[in-house]
C-alpha cells in the first residue's frame, strides 16, 4: 500500500498550546494536502502545499515540506476547543489523478 | 459548502443484496470519487471518473462498479453486499484532479 501514515495518532493538548501533527508518505508527489474531518462529518480541505514549496501558513495553520525525508507536518498554533476533530494528510503522485489519504491524527484540545 | 449531497445517507441491508448510493453535485466539477472510511484504514479510493463516461479503479475497487452518465450524478454499485463492505462511503469532487477535494457527508452502510 503507497497509503501515508500520521503520527501521532491521537494527540491531547489543553486550549492554547501548540498541536504538531506529522505526515509521512511513500512516493513522489505532485501536492500534499492537509484535511479536517469532525466528527460524524465530511473532510474539509484544509491547506495545500505543491512539492517546489517548502513552507506555508494560512491563519493559524503552518504546513511544511521535506521532500528529501517525505515527510510534512501541520502545526496548528494557539489551539482552541473547536479544533478537536481529526486531521489527515493526502497527497497525489506525479501524473495521478488520485489522492491517497493517510489514516489521520485524532486532536482532542481540552478547555 | 460545495454543493454535493449523497443518498442515502444511512442503509442497512442484508449480504448478497444489491444496494447503490447516489452522488449529486451541483458545480459542475469535472472529478468524482467514491472513497469508504474504515477504523484503522483511515480513507481508501474505490473508484474515480475524470468525465462523463470516463472512471478508474482505485485501490480497493474489488466488489465495486461506478458509473456517470451525467457530469452531475457518480453511482457506486455493490452488486452483492457483503459484511466487509460494511462502511461509511463518501463522495468526493474536484475541479483539477489533484486539487482541493470537496466531501459530501458520508453514506453509511450496514451489511448484515
Known amino acids: 500500500s503507497q497509503q501515508g501514515e500520521e503520527d501521532p495518532q491521537a494527540l491531547s493538548i489543553q486550549e492554547g498550546e501548540n498541536a504538531t501533527m506529522n505526515c509521512s508518505y511513500k512516493?513522489?508527489?505532485?501536492?500534499l494536502q492537509w484535511y479536517r474531518q469532525n466528527s460524524g462529518r465530511g473532510l474539509v480541505h484544509l491547506i495545500l502545499?505543491?512539492?517546489?514549496?517548502r513552507e506555508k501558513h494560512s491563519g493559524r495553520l503552518r504546513v511544511t515540506l521535506d521532500t528529501s525525508k517525505k515527510s510534512s507536518s501541520l502545526l496548528i498554533t494557539a489551539s482552541r476547543a473547536a479544533d478537536t476533530a481529526s486531521y489527515f494528510c493526502?497527497?497525489?503522485?506525479?501524473?495521478?489523478?488520485?489522492?491517497?489519504f493517510g489514516k489521520g491524527t485524532k486532536l482532542s484540545v481540552i478547555p | 459548502d460545495a454543493g454535493i449531497t449523497q443518498s442515502p445517507r444511512h442503509k442497512v441491508t442484508e449480504t448478497g443484496t444489491p444496494v447503490t448510493l447516489r452522488c449529486h453535485q451541483t458545480?459542475?466539477?469535472?472529478?468524482m470519487y467514491w472513497y469508504r472510511q474504515d477504523p484503522g484504514h483511515g480513507l481508501r479510493l474505490i473508484h474515480y471518473?475524470?468525465?462523463?463516461?470516463?472512471?478508474d479503479k482505485g485501490e480497493v475497487s474489488d466488489g465495486y462498479s461506478v458509473s456517470r452518465s451525467k457530469t452531475e450524478d457518480f453511482l457506486l454499485t455493490l452488486e452483492s453486499a457483503t459484511s466487509s463492505q460494511t462502511s461509511v462511503y463518501f463522495c468526493?469532487?474536484?475541479?483539477?484532479?489533484?486539487?482541493?477535494?470537496?466531501f459530501g457527508e458520508g453514506s453509511r452502510l450496514t451489511v448484515l
Open positions: 468526493a469532487i474536484s475541479d483539477e484532479g489533484t486539487g482541493e477535494l470537496f
Open positions: 512516493t513522489s508527489i505532485n501536492n
Open positions: 502545499i505543491r512539492s517546489n514549496e
Open positions: 493526502a497527497y497525489s503522485g506525479a501524473g495521478s489523478y488520485q489522492l491517497t
Open positions: 458545480e459542475n466539477h469535472r472529478y
Open positions: 471518473s475524470y468525465g462523463v463516461k470516463d472512471t
